[in-house]
């Protein structure tokens, strides 16, 4: 099994839906993320959370919202879905920062695919 | 802000041919700097990192240096394989992996 699993893999929806993905590890990382990736524009942080009382903005995070449920799960929502929200979104985990192991690696999800007609 | 800039694809090239990705950084401080690969299909996975000037990362033949003077860090690799066939991305790291910055991405296409 993956150790950083995404839900659903690829999803369709239609304006104005309200739409949750899924994120959960089994790496023990307090720190997980959410990506969007389209083409041409790499991957763009849209929310961060370092543990579970934690949350944080990135450089794109309006339209979306976010809830860390637990160390091991943290979802994101699009409230009201738009078209150019179409894109693959990447969840990731790291370690904390200062412990001897961590390596500064990303760990990433198989992503998921969003359509929203 | 920190920022990394890297060629733009797809690079298309032969098996056995020499491979070079070029990416540049802008950063404040000393950032950590790393190679991601993404397989059709997958999420990106870690290839490569350095982390301080003049390190050279390396796995699975590839290899970039890190060179603060010219703020570059070029993936290279001498003989490229068909299952090298990816999107490469370049990033880097600072405040102590505390922040990521991601560029575009570049397609690798080896054809047989």
């Known amino acids: 099994d993956a150790d950083v699993t995404q839900t659903p893999r690829n999803r369709i929806t239609k304006t104005g839906k309200r739409i949750m993905l899924e994120c959960s590890q089994t790496?023990?990382?307090?720190?997980m993320y959410w990506y969007r990736q389209d083409p041409g524009l790499g991957l763009r942080l849209i929310y961060y959370?370092?543990?579970?009382?934690?949350?944080n903005k990135g450089e794109i995070s309006d339209g979306y919202s976010v809830s860390r449920q637990a160390q091991a799960k943290f979802s994101l929502s699009l409230e009201s879905a738009i078209p150019n929200q179409t894109a693959l979104y990447f969840c990731?985990?790291?370690?904390?920062?200062?412990?001897?192991?961590?390596?500064?690696?990303?760990?990433f999800g198989e992503g998921s695919r969003l359509t929203v007609l | 802000g920190d920022s990394v800039t890297q060629m733009e694809g797809p690079v298309t090239l032969s098996e056995e041919a020499c491979l070079t990705i070029?990416?540049?950084?802008?950063?404040?401080?000393?950032?950590?700097l790393f190679w991601y690969v993404q397989y059709p299909g997958e999420g990106l996975q870690l290839l490569l990192k350095?982390?301080?000037?003049?390190d050279k990362g390396s796995n699975k033949g590839f290899e970039a240096t890190y060179r603060k003077e010219t703020t570059s860090f070029h993936l290279e690799k001498g003989s490229v394989q068909v299952s090298d066939s990816a999107v490469y991305f370049c990033?880097?790291?600072?405040?102590?992996?505390?922040?990521?910055?991601f560029g575009s991405g570049t397609k690798l296409n080896v054809k047989p």
């Open positions: 790496k023990g990382h307090d720190r």
């Open positions: 070029n990416c540049t950084y802008t950063a404040t401080g000393y950032p950590s």
């Open positions: 350095a982390t301080k000037a003049d």
């Open positions: 990731a985990t790291s370690d904390f920062p200062g412990l001897a192991r961590n390596t500064g690696e990303l760990f």
């Open positions: 990033a880097l790291s600072r405040d102590n992996f505390n922040k990521f910055y």
């Open positions: 959370s370092f543990d579970v009382k934690d949350i």
